[in-house]
C-alpha cells in the first residue's frame, strides 16, 4: 500500500526501525518474502508494506507464541 509521499528506507534505516541485524534483514526478505526493492545492489523498502507484512507475525491474546509455550508473554498471568 505506496502513500503518496512515502519515502523509501534503506536497510540501514529498517535495522533501526526494527531493531535487527543486516543479516536477519535479508533472510527476512530472502526467506520470509519481506517486502523490498533491489535498485541495482541496494535494498529499498516502503515502511507501510514492512508493517502490514509484520502483521502476520502478530501475536494475539490466547495464541502460543511462535516457538511455544515457553516463548509467550506471561505478565498477565497470576502468581499463585
Do not use: C, H
Not at 14 to 24: A, I, P, Q, Y
Not at 29 to 43: C, H, M, R, S, T
Amino acid at each position: 500500500v505506496y502513500m503518496k509521499n512515502e519515502k523509501l528506507l534503506t536497510t540501514r534505516e529498517l535495522m533501526e526501525v526494527l531493531n535487527l541485524s543486516r543479516t536477519k534483514i535479508w533472510e527476512l526478505v530472502n526467506k520470509q518474502g519481506l517486502p523490498a526493492f533491489k535498485i541495482g545492489g541496494d535494498y529499498r523498502y516502503l515502511r507501510s508494506e514492512v508493517f502490514a507484512w509484520l502483521q502476520q507475525y502478530r501475536v494475539r491474546r490466547g495464541t502460543p507464541a511462535a516457538g511455544g509455550a515457553a516463548n509467550s508473554d506471561t505478565s498477565d498471568r497470576k502468581e499463585p
